[in-house]
């Protein structure tokens, strides 16, 4: 095989740095073992009648994205072996010896199916409610239960260790895999080389790959173990490989820190996870509240956060009419289905939740799981289910509409967070509708009104 000119200046260098051969021969001169080493893996084979590998659609996805459309996904993956090649010095750097590179990379194929999935996270493309219903199911909540009781020793023993709320706990490991039951049949190192390689959020997964790499030289998780969901997340609470390395603890105490078969690594690498982000131990998450007649939604979504004692003054109470136990706490107000929708006073801990997963009816979920599994009861005031969900490419357009009507919304995305909810409750204020911020239909179609 005669390798690309860019290629054999790389193994060249290798070879210098290493002392094998003189620069200037380097690269007329390769033995066989540097050019397997360099050698991208082959194409991806096509599949047989009958495989149950997933497939890609072969569509372009619903982002907007240039690096996500058909053709720029088939020429990302036609290129797959040099991405792969060209992320061996990254590798060398992190201490991955070249033969076990060699090793974890030899035969390694792109799974294009990641692409479809890439731009329809659940947690972005449903209702709010929808995405509740699904993860705070009356059996996940007895499941979770049953759990709490069966290892109660181990959760108090994490509990005591890093001041971490044992029904949050249970509730990342009902949320992210039903309790273990559905962490994905993945092989992480393909999905994160995929991700490094093809699609619109290379730069963040090359970290994630070197990362799998990291893992699998060190030994903590064996290779047919190390699988997970289409994003190389894995184990019972969804680790990112780099999260992994950062977080992961040997609670066991077996020299092996091992977030899929041990119970008590994967709880005590989640809490640790959550106090170096910044958990409070004192606070909980979040409380539903009631909100006035005559309420002023612009004071909804603003970085400014007020103390529990503040929002009481404007006439906000918890929606159980229950006290709120701490008034000093500070809190910010989020409506995820504008004023027709639950309200929430969201503490500190609800943005620790949020570094995990940065979503809204992600942290929503693990909130409320925890309060159902602590004995709580369901929310309060109903979700508006009449309202119709806008698709993906709908809010790219709404995004693009309020630019144009000179509102600040940053890049749209098709992502609707905090600063485009301010655009949207602007506008609705201009238009003198109550401004909510929340992004329905009603708002699409008079934005679309000349």
Same mark, same amino acid.
């Given at each position: 095989?005669?390798?690309?000119?860019?290629?054999?200046?790389?193994?060249?260098?290798?070879?210098?740095?290493?002392?094998?051969?003189?620069?200037?021969?380097?690269?007329?001169? @390769?033995?066989?073992?540097?050019? &397997?080493?360099? !050698?991208?893996? %082959?194409?991806?084979?096509?599949? *047989? +009648?009958?495989? $149950?590998?997933?497939?890609?659609?072969?569509?372009?996805?619903?982002?907007?994205?240039?690096?996500?459309?058909?053709?720029?996904?088939?020429?990302?993956?036609?290129?797959?072996?040099?991405?792969?090649?060209?992320?061996?010095?990254?590798?060398?750097?992190?201490?991955?010896?070249?033969?076990?590179?060699?090793?974890?990379?030899?035969?390694?194929?792109?799974?294009?199916?990641?692409?479809?999935?890439?731009?329809?996270?659940?947690?972005?493309?449903?209702?709010?409610?929808?995405?509740?219903? @699904?993860?705070?199911?009356?059996? &996940?909540?007895? !499941?979770?239960? %049953?759990?709490?009781?069966?290892? *109660? +020793?181990?959760? $108090?023993?994490?509990?005591?260790?890093?001041?971490?709320?044992?029904?949050?706990?249970?509730?990342?490991?009902?949320?992210?895999?039903?309790?273990?039951?559905?962490?994905?049949?993945?092989?992480?190192?393909?999905?994160?080389?995929?991700?490094?390689?093809?699609?619109?959020?290379?730069?963040?997964?090359?970290?994630?790959?070197?990362?799998?790499?990291?893992?699998?030289?060190?030994?903590?998780?064996?290779?047919?173990?190390?699988?997970?969901?289409?994003?190389?997340?894995?184990?019972?609470?969804?680790?990112?490989?780099?999260?992994?390395?950062?977080?992961?603890?040997?609670?066991?105490?077996?020299?092996?820190?091992?977030?899929?078969?041990?119970?008590?690594?994967?709880?005590?690498?989640?809490?640790?996870?959550?106090?170096?982000?910044?958990?409070?131990?004192?606070?909980?998450?979040?409380?539903?509240?009631?909100?006035?007649?005559?309420?002023?939604?612009?004071?909804?979504?603003?970085?400014?956060?007020?103390?529990?004692?503040?929002?009481?003054?404007?006439?906000?109470?918890?929606?159980?009419?229950?006290?709120?136990?701490?008034?000093?706490?500070?809190?910010?107000?989020?409506?995820?289905?504008?004023?027709?929708?639950?309200?929430?006073?969201?503490?500190?801990?609800?943005?620790?939740?949020?570094?995990?997963?940065?979503?809204?009816?992600?942290?929503?979920?693990?909130?409320?799981?925890?309060?159902?599994?602590?004995?709580?009861?369901?929310?309060?005031?109903?979700?508006?289910?009449?309202?119709?969900?806008?698709?993906?490419?709908?809010?790219?357009?709404?995004?693009?509409?309020?630019?144009?009507?000179?509102?600040?919304?940053?890049?749209?995305?098709?992502?609707?967070?905090?600063?485009?909810?301010?655009?949207?409750?602007?506008?609705?204020?201009?238009?003198?509708?109550?401004?909510?911020?929340?992004?329905?239909?009603?708002?699409?179609?008079?934005?679309?009104?000349?």
């Amino acid at each position: 095989m005669i390798l690309s000119k860019p290629i054999q200046r790389l193994a060249a260098a290798v070879l210098f740095s290493a002392g094998f051969v003189h620069p200037a021969a380097a690269q007329d001169n @390769l033995p066989a073992w540097v050019t &397997r080493l360099f !050698q991208p893996p %082959a194409a991806a084979p096509v599949p *047989a +009648p009958g495989d $149950a590998t997933p497939q890609w659609s072969g569509q372009s996805g619903a982002s907007g994205d240039p690096r996500m459309t058909a053709d720029a996904i088939r020429a990302a993956a036609a290129d797959f072996g040099n991405c792969i090649a060209g992320l061996w010095p990254d590798a060398a750097r992190r201490g991955i010896t070249r033969a076990n590179y060699l090793r974890f990379t030899a035969g390694l194929t792109p799974d294009l199916s990641i692409m479809d999935k890439l731009d329809a996270q659940p947690e972005f493309t449903k209702a709010t409610w929808d995405y509740l219903d @699904l993860l705070v199911s009356d059996d &996940r909540i007895a !499941q979770g239960k %049953a759990l709490l009781a069966q290892y *109660a +020793p181990t959760f $108090a023993a994490v509990e005591r260790a890093y001041g971490v709320d044992r029904y949050i706990l249970a509730a990342f490991w009902g949320v992210e895999s039903n309790y273990g039951t559905m962490i994905g049949d993945r092989p992480v190192l393909r999905s994160t080389a995929t991700l490094a390689c093809v699609g619109r959020r290379r730069d963040f997964f090359r970290g994630e790959f070197l990362a799998t790499l990291e893992i699998l030289q060190r030994g903590d998780i064996p290779p047919d173990r190390l699988v997970g969901s289409w994003a190389g997340a894995f184990g019972a609470t969804q680790f990112m490989p780099t999260s992994f390395l950062r977080y992961a603890v040997d609670f066991a105490g077996n020299g092996h820190r091992d977030v899929v078969d041990s119970i008590p690594d994967m709880l005590a690498s989640t809490a640790n996870n959550l106090k170096t982000d910044g958990w409070v131990p004192s606070e909980t998450w979040g409380y539903e509240a009631a909100l006035p007649q005559r309420f002023n939604y612009l004071l909804a979504d603003s970085p400014r956060q007020m103390s529990v004692r503040q929002w009481e003054s404007l006439g906000i109470r918890r929606a159980n009419g229950e006290p709120f136990p701490r008034a000093a706490e500070r809190a910010s107000l989020l409506l995820p289905a504008g004023a027709r929708g639950p309200a929430f006073l969201m503490l500190r801990n609800f943005q620790v939740i949020m570094k995990y997963n940065p979503a809204e009816a992600y942290a929503l979920a693990i909130g409320h799981l925890a309060e159902r599994l602590r004995g709580g009861g369901p929310l309060i005031h109903p979700w508006p289910r009449d309202e119709r969900v806008l698709t993906l490419q709908e809010r790219y357009e709404m995004q693009q509409l309020l630019a144009q009507h000179g509102f600040k919304i940053g890049a749209p995305d098709g992502f609707v967070g905090p600063q485009t909810r301010l655009a949207i409750r602007d506008y609705q204020q201009s238009i003198g509708e109550v401004p909510d911020g929340f992004a329905s239909s009603e708002v699409l179609d008079r934005l679309r009104q000349p």
